[in-house]
């Protein structure tokens, strides 16, 4: 298993649009979080991790699909500018290492995992 840390920036984004995105990569296995020397740590905003054994470019794809069904939702903004989104994927190979800030929020956690 691999980790691959996903940046996913939204342009021209709604009120709600990153919420919206949030929960759309939490069900697709994308977390805010990073387990660092066994403690859960907070990604700076609109990166998340992803823990698996498929290629970077299926966690590109997944990412890339994620993002643009919020898009599809309401492709122009409320002041009628299209939206659009950046994807970058990361491959961690080897160790990692960080410096970011505990969490606090246990739903930004993997399923079954705690604090």
């Known amino acids: 298993m691999e980790n691959f840390t996903t940046r996913v920036e939204l342009q021209n984004p709604d009120d709600g649009d990153y919420e919206l995105l949030y929960q759309e990569m939490h069900e697709a296995l994308f977390y805010r979080v ?11 905003a609109d990166e998340y991790d992803c823990i698996s ?14 993002a643009q ?6 492709p122009v903004n409320d002041l ?32 079954g995992e705690t604090l």
């Open 69 to 74: 069904a919020v898009i599809d939702i309401k």
């Open 34 to 44: 990073i387990n660092y020397r066994g403690t859960w740590r907070d990604l700076p």
């Open 80 to 111: 009628l500018l299209i939206k659009d989104f950046w994807v970058v994927v990361t491959k961690a190979d080897g160790e990692r290492v960080c410096k970011l800030p505990k969490t606090t929020e246990i739903s930004r956690l993997p399923p």
């Open 53 to 66: 054994a498929l290629t970077t470019t299926f966690i590109y794809n997944l990412a890339y699909t994620t």
